[in-house]
């Protein structure tokens, strides 16, 4: 049987989407379609607009969970008390189990990239993102999840891998893990190591969530471009990290060619039924 215990006490939540605004129409009529859904956490942290108009009937409908992609928890830059504040407020109105980001660097001296950029794996980043965790997550009062990001580069400052980055920040903090499979998949390709070798390392408790996506392969490199259906060898890694990581609540990443919302559902039913064959 696969581990079942998680850390933090958190709920299995199923099998969700991200909440994207093409598909509000449909999940507002049809509200039993999904489990959960993910929402980008900065689309509902502006003054107006049609994410907020719609986030009371959602909240009303459908577990939530806030995913941000602008905490950069490895910049040099001080934490943005602003945005954290403003986050609470989201997370507690969702009533969310947890909230989650990436292990990645996106601003520097107030100018944002808008891109999650890799860390150096070394010991003093590891002290220092585990710190900065552990002050978000406090501040919070609730789990956090730490994503692991695609990356197409590498530090030559680096001194272990990036599944022993993780762990080591994750244990420091003492938070959870978002998995990305995907994002593992396509760095494991990008830089050459074994994807399993990736999975075996991670503690099982530590791991709360899952996200699957579909990617670009362009042969010599692969793009985590979360604009295609999920490719089949990101399916033959996830079947393979159920055994591992037991009941972990799942969803698609789709954030491009958003295709039509029973067309996501059917990628929906595919992991279910992975997960069932697997557990069966
Ligand atoms: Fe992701």
């Not at 003093?124 to 956090?144: G, H, L, N, T, W």
């Amino acid at each position: 049987m696969p581990p079942q215990r998680k850390k933090f006490n958190v709920p299995y939540l199923g099998f969700g989407i991200g909440l994207r605004p093409v598909h509000y129409k449909d999940l507002l009529e049809n509200p039993l379609s999904v489990d959960w859904l993910e929402i980008i956490s900065e689309n509902f942290l502006l003054e107006g607009g049609r994410s907020l108009y719609y986030l009371d009937a959602f909240c009303e409908q459908y577990q939530l969970v806030p995913h941000g992609v602008s905490l950069s928890i490895g910049s040099a830059n001080p934490l943005e008390e602003t945005y954290l504040t403003k986050l609470k407020k989201l997370i507690t109105k969702t009533k969310s189990p947890w909230f989650s980001d990436h292990l990645c660097w996106s601003n520097y001296k107030g100018k944002s990239y808008h891109n999650l950029m890799p860390l150096p794996y070394t010991d003093a980043i590891i002290d220092y993102v585990s710190q900065r965790i552990r002050m978000v997550q406090d501040f919070m009062e609730k789990p956090f999840l730490l994503e692991n990001v695609s990356s197409y580069v590498e530090f030559t400052d680096s001194t272990m891998p990036e599944w022993e980055f993780l762990v080591r920040i994750a244990e420091k903090a003492d938070c959870g893990l978002l998995l990305d499979i995907n994002n593992i998949y396509v760095s494991s390709r990008n830089h050459g190591f074994d994807p399993l070798a990736y999975l075996n390392a991670i503690p099982p408790e530590r791991v709360i969530q899952y996200h699957i996506a579909g990617h670009d392969d362009k042969g010599s490199y692969v793009l985590d471009s979360h604009d295609h259906p999920v490719r089949d060898e990101v399916w033959e890694l996830y079947a393979k990290a159920i055994p591992l990581f037991g009941n972990t609540s799942l969803m698609i990443e789709r954030d491009d060619h958003i295709p039509p919302l029973p067309d996501l559902l059917k990628e929906l039913e595919y992991a279910k039924k992975i997960h069932q064959d697997v557990t069966r």
